[in-house]
Nanobody, 126 residues
Framework: QVQLVESGGGLVQAGDSLRLSCAASGRTFSTYPMGWFRQAPGKEREFVAGIGWRSVPINYSDFVKGRFTISRDNAKNTVGLQMNSLRPEDTAVYYC???????????????????WGQGTQVTVSS
């Protein structure tokens, strides 16, 4: 079973940048898609970005396109999310997730992921 641990969250001002990192351990990480989701208070968890096992394909939600960049390093078992031009509406708990299907595509539905980290808080002040 894969264990995921996120880090890098914090409190920043609008326009600032943050880089989240997710460290994976357990089952073979390198052959599964990975994703980032987020959940704001009172809202449902939503897809942010996903990356295939060979770093392609990559999918982004419309609200982060051009601002966020997802990446992975299979040799280090890590997944990153570079977040630029942060906005107050980006405030949420960000979760790293491992896909359930080996060699699968990085889908945007949470049901496609079977292992989740504990989350890291990102707060963007205006």
């Amino acid at each position: 079973q894969v264990q995921l641990v996120e880090s890098g969250g914090g409190l920043v001002q609008a326009g600032d940048s943050l880089r989240l990192s997710c460290a994976a351990s357990g089952r073979t990480f390198s052959t599964y898609p990975m994703g980032w989701f987020r959940q704001a208070p009172g809202k449902e968890r939503e897809f942010v970005a996903g990356i295939g096992w060979r770093s392609v394909p990559i999918n982004y939600s419309d609200f982060v396109k051009g601002r966020f960049t997802i990446s992975r390093d299979n040799a280090k078992n890590t997944v990153g999310l570079q977040m630029n031009s942060l906005r107050p509406e980006d405030t949420a708990v960000y979760y790293c997730a491992a896909g359930a299907t080996k060699f699968g595509a990085p889908r945007s539905t949470s049901i496609s992921y079977d292992t989740w980290g504990q989350g890291t808080q990102v707060t963007v002040s205006s």
